[in-house]
């Protein structure tokens, strides 16, 4: 068992998947955006290396197609005798929280502008999914919905 405690947050989209890995203290560590196609490989992998027991997937497009594959992980942790939670989170606004953590990091005005503007044209769902992450540590214990059985 590692000193901190990771969690995985998935941003699910239709063709691309946001993905962040952040510690107990809201740090993140990894975050990366994938190809639908390759969410399977990419979470196993993640939860490996990380030793991952909380996955937070957010709810929104496609989230039952990701959470049946987790679930296929789930699976095979069990069987290794390792926990995997799955909770659900609501993405409601993500996306503008996503956008400001991604603004946050310019020190200057003109420089926190063009970052937004150049946020408008690329893809933040890693940052998102972080966001999913910040949401379940600030609540825990309150989200809504937390599947710990198949």
Do not use: W
């Not at 987790?70 to 956008?99: C, F, G, M, W």
């Not at 940052?127 to 809504?144: D, E, H, M, P, T």
Request: net charge positive.
């Amino acid at each position: 068992m590692s000193v901190f405690k990771y969690y995985l947050g998935i941003d699910p989209g239709t063709h691309k998947v946001g993905i962040a890995i952040a510690n107990h203290n809201k740090q993140m560590v990894y975050k990366t955006i994938v190809k639908f196609s390759s969410i399977l490989d990419t979470i196993q992998s993640l939860v490996e290396e990380y030793d991952i027991e909380d996955i937070i997937l957010g709810n929104g497009s496609n989230y039952k197609k990701v959470l049946g594959m987790i679930n296929i992980i789930k699976i095979a942790r069990v069987n290794q005798k390792k926990k995997l939670n799955i909770h659900i989170v609501d993405e409601k606004n993500s996306s503008i929280e996503a956008r400001k953590i991604f603004i946050s990091k310019e020190k200057s005005i003109i420089g926190k502008i063009i970052c937004y503007l150049r946020s408008l044209f690329i893809d933040i769902d890693d940052y998102s999914a972080f966001v999913l992450v910040c949401r379940f540590i600030s609540n825990k214990g309150n989200i809504k919905k937390q599947i710990y059985n198949l």
